[in-house]
């Protein structure tokens, strides 16, 4: 059936709208099948989309030096330690009041020279606060005074008679292999809290059942002995006090 005029153009200006629809979605198609499953059809990968901001920097603070550690001693002419021998203990070295500071608030006594030779324990005080205020070691103070608990009203010796023995506190000289030394320091405890009750009878007592026994050398037991029998408190309690 032959077409008239109109239809003619009508079927000519479709055409031509079809064409021109392809035109435009053609690029858009090509994008969508030119990839399957992340990659290109034309054999190359797709890349993925970078929806990532670039990493900032990280700022590296600079090393902060350690401080310098702290000399507890700092400051005291020479501090004192103890030398100690077989049934000796000495102090060398000088010791010094640097004054009250918290946990070491007691008293000292002084001798006629002025040498220090006593600190009388305060409520709160501490063994390495009262050494480091009178430039001594605490380990050294306490073995000295054969004590490592320390009470307020406790007087602590800071001098030595050379004639007068110190027994050890630890254990006693010569201790074999394997020595039993708890039992050994609580005995040295009771007879120091003897001592400074001045009760003579209670030291001779925990001695002959305690602490002789446990003194290998015969000879160092009989010193001991010897001041025990002769009774002067005051020797007894720098031997054990």
Request: aromatic residues 6%; charged residues 20%.
């Amino acid at each position: 059936m032959a077409m008239n005029r109109s239809q003619k153009i009508a079927v000519a200006v479709s055409a031509l709208t079809v064409a021109g629809l392809a035109a435009i979605a053609a690029p858009a198609i090509a994008a969508a099948t030119s990839t399957v499953g992340g990659w290109s059809l034309f054999g190359q990968a797709a890349a993925a989309p970078d929806d990532t901001a670039a990493p900032r920097p990280v700022e590296t603070p600079a090393d902060t030096p350690s401080p310098a550690p702290v000399d507890p001693f700092d400051g005291c002419e020479r501090p004192a330690q103890i030398n100690w021998g077989r049934m000796t203990a000495q102090i060398a070295g000088i010791v010094e009041d640097r004054g009250p500071r918290p946990y070491a608030e007691g008293t000292v006594g002084a001798d006629e020279s002025g040498a220090i030779t006593t600190y009388t324990v305060a409520p709160g005080d501490g063994l390495i606060m009262i050494g480091e205020r009178l430039c001594i070691e605490a380990g050294a103070l306490d073995m000295f005074n054969h004590s490592r608990d320390i009470y307020p009203g406790q007087v602590l010796r800071l001098t030595q008679d050379p004639n007068v023995p110190n027994v050890p506190f630890l254990q006693p000289p010569d201790a074999p292999e394997g020595f039993q030394q708890i039992p050994y320091q609580q005995a040295i405890v009771d007879m120091r809290k003897a001592a400074n009750a001045g009760d003579v009878d209670t030291m001779r007592r925990i001695w002959t059942k305690t602490l002789a026994p446990m003194f290998p050398v015969e000879a160092d037991a009989d010193l001991i002995s010897a001041f025990l029998d002769a009774g002067d408190i005051t020797k007894l309690r720098q031997m054990f006090a």
